[in-house]
Structures are given as structure tokens and as C-alpha cells.
């Protein structure tokens, strides 16, 4: 198993003076490479034989010497950026992975900075040699797959966690949802001890919006995955009466099932706020001893769908965090499982390293068809799809977009795309899928759990507080010093693949046996904080009228 790290295949500069953006690298050689640098105590790491940056594994001074590199500092150097392994001329590619991250704005010389300051981001042509990179997969027999304890509902699902949600279908209820769920203190589901808790998903939408429209559509697939979802052991829908997304064409045309562990209201047949809250009580109170009534047991890893997502990212993340995730997602696909990447944005001019392990043309066009709709979605906006990145992400290291994806596309692993599926559309797949959604945090999680997401792995380098339900959220530092100071929100600190006291592949090995503890209930530093109640943000896509 080996996780992925740089691009394969060709890039052709299609702006003047780029030069050639031509990539000889194997996954395989920068993995190596990768490893191999990794693995030292020097202050430098080189990724890749054929780069031309270097990245500070700490912070570096002007002047500092470092003479293994043949380099002096001109320039103090942060943590985790880039400094010039050699002179770059102007409009000459710059290399991390063997992968064209942008061209010099400028002459850059020998122990410089090289940062958003001096690299211009410059568009290619990217040849998405649709399955040029699919290798098979060396499945684990079923006899000998990993399993977790997992929780298994009537109709075959499994659960990783056992809540009772509740939905409102626009704005207009959802302080009546909260009040519902408030009313579920600790103490008075004492008596209930293998329920997780009464959860509330509030939302800001949900009437004044265009209907039929790509929005209204999105805002019902989104409810209903998580009305379906395995993880809520019964589900109520509130809405209030007279707006655009009736609860009643809601269930309908979602293929919804009403029944006793799926119930609705409507506060204006009900008799208003307090009604509906009362009301609300009783039907979650009839829910809860079936619900209390689940028993854990061992299942196959192959049941486990894992959404993956980073925030806060540094120049970190991409050469421990992200591809030792991918390395756990390798060893999920092997047992049969799914891991979902997502944050369309953050692919951007890495795409190429997707399509070239998409399992067919078909698969790989799908994906580069939701990058041209982005495209035309941020025109003319200030977005990060059309290259600059947060404040966080350029204070870690991290340049523009092209960089920043570089680092992002790695958390799917190596092993084929298997397909490619719109914001919260239900998963059948098993495998490594993609599913489109923005790269903000809340909204491309909550479009995941609403797929069939069961557990969620975020990565993180200068520190993310978030949190989910009813699918809990496992949190990857980057970085030792960030888990160290953030320690209470971390559940792993991938940083150990920095230190060089860990290989990617025994951090995967790592990861993978966290998530298993986790879906058996083991509770995240996340869920340890109480967190989740407030992160359910599908995406809004029209028009407030």
C-alpha cells in the first residue's frame, strides 16, 4: 500500500514563459522521496528529487546556513514554507511534488522565500488521461476484513452512532426543533442509556427561494439523507406550514416513509409554538425505548463510509496529514469500504491526479464537468476556485489554490474514482468516490453525512474546532506543536510523520485503527466537547426572494 502523494502524467504550460510543466513522477517515487525526507532530522525536506523548493520543517532564520543543501537564508522562513532549493527564473515553473504549484513572478534566488509574494498562479492544460493510473485492488478477503462494532438497524443498515434528529423544513421552525431537542437533557434520557442523544438540524432556508429550482432540490436531498440516515434510530420533521418546501412534498417526493420512527408536524395544524413543542416532546418520548433497544455488534469495515475533509490547512498537510489519510482510506477500500472526498474547489488544478484514476471516461468526465460549473459559478467573485486561499492557509505556508489542492487531492488515497455524485446524493458505490460540494467546512460535511457518510476524518494544520452529528468527527493535526496546543480538540496528531518518528504508511495503519474504535462508539475529542449541534449547513445555492 502506498498513499498518494504527487501527481503523475503531464502538465503543458499554456501561458508564455511558463516552460514546460511536463511531470515524470510516479506516485511511487514521491511517496519515497516523501518518506525518505521525512524520516530525517534535517531542518529542510525535499519532497521530490526533481523539485525546486524545499519546505522548513521549522522555523528557519535569515542567514541561517545549511550546508548539506549548499544553501544560506535570505529570509526568515516559517514553518512549513517554501525556500528556494536553487535560482528559478522568471516565469519558470515552481515544483513541490513534481507538480506545478505556479511560475516564479520574478527571478528567485537560491535561499529565498518562495511564497504568494513571488509565484504567480498560471493556469495549464491538463490532460485528464481518463484511467491512465487505475490499478486493481488487492481486496482483503471477506473472511479476514477488519470490523467494528457497529450498531444494525432492521433493514440491513449499520449505524455508528444512535440519535434521534430532528428536521426542520424551513427557518420558520427551527427554534420550535431546538426547544424540542433542549427539552432532552442528560438527565431525563438517563433512562435510555444507548441512545447518543436528541439532536436538532435547524436550517435558514426553506421558503423564500425559487421552486423548482437547483436549490429546492438540493434542500430536499440534503434533509432527507439525513431523515434516512442509519445513524438516527427515528427522525421528526417539522415545518411550519406555508412555506415553499411543504414537510408533505417533502416526504413524497423523497421517497420518505412515515411511520413511528419517522413522524411530522405542521405548527400551524398544530396550534402553534408551544403546541408544537409539546408535541414534539411526546413524539420523541414515544421513539426512545426502541430506539434505546440497539445493541452493538461486530460488523465488516466494509459498512463504513467515511467523509473526508480538511480546513485550516498549512504547508503541512499535504506531506503528513492528508497522504497518511489517504493511506487509511487505501486500507478501507481494501476492506470493502467507502471513503467520499469532496470540496470540488480545493481539486482545482490537481484534477488530472483523479481523472487519471477514474474507472472509466464516463466517471472522470463527471468530474470535470462539476469543475467547469465552478468555474462558471465564480466568475468574476473573489473565490478561493479561482486561486487565493485564506489568511490561515497563507500564514501556514500554503501559496494559492494549486498548492493548497495539491495537498487536498490526497486524502482520497491511490486506489480507482469510482464515481462522481452531486452534493448529498445518496452513495451506493463502495470504494473511492467523489461528491461535489463547496470547500467550506460545515456545508461539505453536512452534504456527506446527508450521502451516507457514517464517520468523518478532517484534517487540520493550524487547528479546526469542528464538529458533527449524527456522524461524529475525527480531527488530524498536521503538526506537533498545533496538537500539543490544541490538544483537546485533536484526536491524532499526524505530525509524527514531520518529526520523522512515523512513516505515512504506519500513520495510515494508525488512523485506521482509530476510526475502527470510533465507529464502535469510542467517543471523539469532538464529541467529548459537546459539539455538532450547530454545524448542519447545506448549501445554499439561489436566490433569497
Given at each position: 500500500?502506498?498513499?498518494?502523494i504527487?501527481?503523475?502524467?503531464?502538465?503543458?504550460?499554456?501561458?508564455?514563459?511558463?516552460?514546460?510543466?511536463?511531470?515524470?513522477?510516479?506516485?511511487?517515487?514521491?511517496?519515497?522521496?516523501?518518506?525518505?525526507?521525512?524520516a530525517?532530522?534535517?531542518?529542510?525536506?525535499?519532497?521530490?528529487?526533481?523539485?525546486?523548493?524545499?519546505?522548513?520543517?521549522?522555523?528557519?532564520?535569515?542567514?541561517?546556513?545549511?550546508?548539506e543543501?549548499?544553501?544560506?537564508?535570505?529570509?526568515?522562513?516559517?514553518?512549513?514554507?517554501?525556500?528556494?532549493?536553487?535560482r528559478?527564473?522568471?516565469?519558470?515553473?515552481?515544483?513541490?511534488?513534481?507538480?506545478?504549484?505556479?511560475?516564479?513572478?520574478?527571478?528567485?534566488?537560491?535561499?529565498?522565500?518562495?511564497h504568494?509574494?513571488?509565484?504567480?498562479?498560471?493556469?495549464?492544460?491538463?490532460?485528464?488521461?481518463?484511467g491512465?493510473?487505475?490499478?486493481?485492488?488487492?481486496?482483503v478477503?471477506?473472511?479476514?476484513?477488519?470490523?467494528?462494532?457497529?450498531?444494525v438497524?432492521?433493514d440491513?443498515?449499520?449505524?455508528?452512532?444512535?440519535?434521534?434528529g430532528?428536521?426542520?423544513?424551513?427557518?420558520?421552525?427551527?427554534?420550535?426543533?431546538?426547544?424540542?431537542?433542549?427539552?432532552?437533557?442528560?438527565?431525563?434520557?438517563a433512562?435510555?442509556?444507548n441512545?447518543?442523544?436528541?439532536?436538532?438540524?435547524?436550517?435558514?432556508?426553506?421558503c423564500?427561494?425559487?421552486?423548482?429550482s437547483?436549490?429546492?432540490?438540493?434542500?430536499?436531498?440534503?434533509?432527507?439523507?439525513?431523515?434516512?440516515?442509519?445513524?438516527?434510530?427515528?427522525?421528526?420533521?417539522?415545518?411550519?406550514?406555508?412555506e415553499?418546501?411543504?414537510?408533505?412534498?417533502?416526504?413524497?417526493?423523497?421517497?420518505?416513509?412515515?411511520?413511528?420512527?419517522?413522524?411530522?408536524?405542521?405548527?400551524?395544524?398544530?396550534?402553534?409554538?408551544?403546541?408544537?413543542?409539546?408535541?414534539g416532546?411526546?413524539?420523541?418520548?414515544?421513539?426512545?425505548?426502541?430506539?434505546?433497544?440497539?445493541?452493538?455488534?461486530?460488523v465488516?469495515?466494509?459498512?463504513?463510509?467515511?467523509?473526508?475533509?480538511?480546513?485550516?490547512?498549512?504547508?503541512?498537510?499535504?506531506?503528513?496529514a492528508?497522504?497518511?489519510?489517504?493511506?487509511?482510506?487505501d486500507?478501507?477500500?481494501?476492506?470493502?469500504?467507502?471513503?467520499?472526498?469532496?470540496?470540488?474547489?480545493?481539486?482545482?488544478?490537481?484534477?488530472?491526479?483523479?481523472?487519471?484514476?477514474?474507472?472509466?471516461?464516463?466517471?472522470?468526465?463527471?468530474?470535470?464537468?462539476?469543475?467547469?460549473?465552478?468555474?462558471?459559478?465564480?466568475?468574476?467573485?473573489?473565490?478561493?476556485?479561482?486561486?487565493?486561499?485564506?489568511?490561515?492557509?497563507?500564514?501556514?505556508?500554503?501559496?494559492?489554490?494549486?498548492?493548497k489542492?495539491?495537498?487536498?487531492?490526497?486524502?482520497?488515497?491511490?486506489?480507482?474514482l469510482?464515481?462522481?455524485y452531486q452534493?448529498?446524493?445518496?452513495?451506493?458505490?463502495?470504494?473511492?468516490?467523489?461528491?461535489?460540494?463547496?470547500?467550506?467546512?460545515?456545508?461539505?460535511?453536512?452534504?456527506?453525512?446527508?450521502?451516507?457518510?457514517?464517520?468523518?476524518?478532517?484534517?487540520?494544520?493550524?487547528?479546526?474546532?469542528?464538529?458533527?452529528?449524527?456522524?461524529?468527527?475525527?480531527?488530524?493535526?498536521?503538526?506537533?506543536?498545533?496538537?500539543?496546543?490544541?490538544?483537546?480538540?485533536?484526536?491524532?496528531?499526524?505530525?509524527?510523520?514531520?518529526?520523522?518518528?512515523l512513516?505515512?504508511?504506519?500513520?495510515?495503519?494508525?488512523?485506521?485503527?482509530?476510526?475502527l474504535?470510533?465507529?464502535?462508539g469510542e467517543?471523539?475529542?469532538?464529541?467529548?466537547?459537546?459539539?455538532?449541534?450547530?454545524?448542519?449547513?447545506?448549501?445554499?445555492?439561489?436566490?433569497?426572494?
Amino acid at each position: 500500500m502506498t498513499p498518494a502523494i504527487a501527481a503523475s502524467g503531464a502538465t503543458t504550460a499554456s501561458t508564455a514563459g511558463a516552460g514546460s510543466a511536463s511531470s515524470g513522477a510516479t506516485t511511487s517515487d514521491a511517496v519515497a522521496a516523501a518518506t525518505a525526507a521525512t524520516a530525517t532530522a534535517s531542518p529542510l525536506l525535499r519532497l521530490h528529487r526533481d523539485d525546486n523548493v524545499l519546505i522548513a520543517r521549522q522555523v528557519l532564520g535569515l542567514g541561517q546556513t545549511l550546508p548539506e543543501f549548499g544553501l544560506r537564508l535570505k529570509a526568515q522562513v516559517p514553518a512549513g514554507h517554501k525556500i528556494a532549493a536553487r535560482r528559478i527564473a522568471a516565469g519558470e515553473p515552481v515544483r513541490k511534488y513534481n507538480a506545478v504549484i505556479g511560475v516564479a513572478a520574478r527571478d528567485i534566488e537560491p535561499g529565498e522565500h518562495v511564497h504568494a509574494h513571488n509565484i504567480a498562479l498560471v493556469d495549464f492544460d491538463r490532460d485528464p488521461a481518463f484511467g491512465a493510473d487505475v490499478t486493481p485492488i488487492d481486496y482483503v478477503p471477506e473472511a479476514e476484513r477488519a470490523t467494528f462494532m457497529g450498531i444494525v438497524r432492521a433493514d440491513g443498515r449499520v449505524a455508528t452512532r444512535n440519535f434521534i434528529g430532528i428536521l426542520a423544513s424551513v427557518n420558520c421552525s427551527s427554534t420550535a426543533i431546538n426547544r424540542i431537542a433542549a427539552h432532552f437533557t442528560p438527565e431525563r434520557l438517563a433512562a435510555f442509556p444507548n441512545v447518543d442523544g436528541v439532536v436538532a438540524f435547524a436550517q435558514t432556508s426553506g421558503c423564500g427561494m425559487s421552486s423548482p429550482s437547483p436549490h429546492f432540490d438540493l434542500l430536499q436531498r440534503t434533509i432527507a439523507g439525513y431523515a434516512r440516515h442509519p445513524n438516527l434510530a427515528g427522525v421528526l420533521i417539522v415545518g411550519l406550514g406555508c412555506e415553499r418546501n411543504q414537510v408533505a412534498g417533502l416526504v413524497e417526493s423523497q421517497h420518505l416513509v412515515a411511520g413511528r420512527n419517522l413522524r411530522t408536524l405542521v405548527m400551524q395544524d398544530t396550534g402553534g409554538t408551544r403546541a408544537t413543542i409539546e408535541a414534539g416532546i411526546r413524539a420523541v418520548e414515544a421513539m426512545l425505548p426502541e430506539a434505546n433497544e440497539v445493541r452493538r455488534q461486530p460488523v465488516s469495515a466494509a459498512h463504513l463510509k467515511i467523509g473526508l475533509e480538511c480546513g485550516g490547512s498549512d504547508g503541512f498537510s499535504g506531506i503528513g496529514a492528508n497522504p497518511a489519510l489517504g493511506a487509511a482510506m487505501d486500507l478501507l477500500v481494501r476492506h470493502g469500504g467507502t471513503a467520499i472526498l469532496s470540496e470540488t474547489p480545493e481539486i482545482h488544478g490537481v484534477e488530472y491526479m483523479l481523472t487519471r484514476r477514474a474507472v472509466s471516461a464516463e466517471v472522470g468526465q463527471k468530474l470535470l464537468d462539476r469543475l467547469a460549473w465552478w468555474e462558471d459559478y465564480t466568475r468574476g467573485h473573489n473565490g478561493q476556485f479561482n486561486g487565493v486561499v485564506g489568511p490561515g492557509n497563507q500564514a501556514g505556508g500554503l501559496a494559492n489554490i494549486f498548492e493548497k489542492s495539491l495537498g487536498s487531492a490526497m486524502k482520497g488515497g491511490t486506489t480507482p474514482l469510482q464515481q462522481v455524485y452531486q452534493y448529498a446524493e445518496p452513495i451506493e458505490q463502495p470504494g473511492f468516490v467523489f461528491m461535489d460540494s463547496p470547500g467550506y467546512d460545515p456545508v461539505a460535511t453536512t452534504g456527506q453525512i446527508a450521502s451516507g457518510a457514517n464517520l468523518i476524518c478532517f484534517t487540520t494544520g493550524r487547528g479546526s474546532m469542528f464538529g458533527s452529528k449524527p456522524a461524529p468527527t475525527i480531527k488530524l493535526a498536521s503538526n506537533t506543536p498545533m496538537f500539543t496546543r490544541l490538544e483537546e480538540d485533536m484526536d491524532i496528531n499526524c505530525g509524527q510523520v514531520i518529526d520523522g518518528t512515523l512513516t505515512i504508511e504506519q500513520m495510515g495503519q494508525r488512523i485506521f485503527e482509530h476510526i475502527l474504535r470510533s465507529a464502535s462508539g469510542e467517543p471523539t475529542k469532538s464529541e467529548l466537547l459537546g459539539l455538532g449541534d450547530h454545524e448542519f449547513v447545506p448549501w445554499h445555492l439561489g436566490i433569497v426572494s
